[in-house]
């Protein structure tokens, strides 16, 4: 009865301390290391993209975001199956590895593409955040993308020059839950999407180029970003002016991936 009482109050005390009930479950949010896999020269460590990189080439400051709202991190050093997929609610891949990054990358095979494809398909949220022309690999990649009525292109819109900013700016949005309450974002280098099949757009720029796109797929969602976009760099203020917004919007992104991970357990 005392173990009952005790277990009791520390429910309570979680409640008033966050003003949340307490999950029994966490949902996991892998972020590829296989595909993207740079080392630096310098320290010989993993970098560019990661959990863990903290400087402005790392994720570290949007998976404090997943975190803040609960979810767990997890990095995939190896390549997808479908043990590796099985507790993952969300799978994030972003800038494949092109020889310059690394001298022997790894390429989506066809393999990776049935794993992800039916992980979807069964009720996998996926990312898939390519880069610019000259930054990232396209031809395997897009092999994956091309399942999911997406196509990365080998181009570079919206180049900035130096600190100008506003050469990277992005301000018609439509009625999407990426930009409730965002009136400005910053997206520098995109490499354009063209759509297939049930793909839609998110965010065009004023010449009908696509940035960013989605699709539910199955009992999934995918969407897809043609640059990394949410990166350290650019998530704050920390180079940009006050008036861009990508940290709200990274916020936005981050309820809307948890979102449709738990939409597909009550659907």
């Known amino acids: 009865m005392k173990q009952v009482i005790s277990r009791l109050c520390v429910f309570l005390a979680a409640i008033l301390l966050t003003g949340t009930m307490p999950v029994c479950s966490q949902t996991t949010v892998a972020l590829d290391n296989w595909f993207n896999h740079e080392i630096h020269a310098k320290t010989g460590n993993v970098f560019h993209y990661t959990w863990e ?4 080439s790392g994720f570290s400051q949007l998976g404090d975001l997943f975190t803040l709202q609960g979810a767990r991190l997890l990095t995939l050093a190896g390549p997808p199956t479908k043990k590796s997929l099985k507790n993952a609610g969300v799978y994030i891949i972003v800038d494949p590895d092109t020889t310059r990054e690394n001298p022997s990358p790894n390429y989506v095979t066809d393999k990776d593409v049935r794993t992800i494809f039916r992980w979807v398909k069964k009720g996998g949220v996926l990312l898939l955040m390519s880069n610019d022309g000259p930054n990232a690999e396209f031809t395997h990649f897009n092999r994956l993308a091309g399942a999911f009525g997406f196509t990365f292109h080998p181009l570079t819109l919206n180049p900035v020059t130096g600190r100008n900013w506003e050469m990277g700016a ?26 297939a099949g049930k793909a839609s757009s998110v965010l065009k720029n004023d010449d009908g180029s696509i940035f960013i796109a989605e699709t539910n797929f199955g009992k999934g969602y995918v969407m897809a970003v043609g640059d990394p976009w949410l990166y350290n760099e650019y998530i704050g203020h920390s180079r940009l002016t006050v008036d861009f917004e990508n940290g709200k919007a990274a916020n936005n992104l981050v309820k809307l991936l948890l979102g449709k991970v738990k939409n597909k357990h009550t659907d």
């Open 170 to 195: 992005e301000t018609n949005f439509p009625d999407h839950p990426l930009f409730k309450g965002v009136s400005k974002i910053y997206m520098k280098e995109v490499a354009p999407i063209t759509l």
């Open 53 to 56: 990189d903290t400087l402005d």
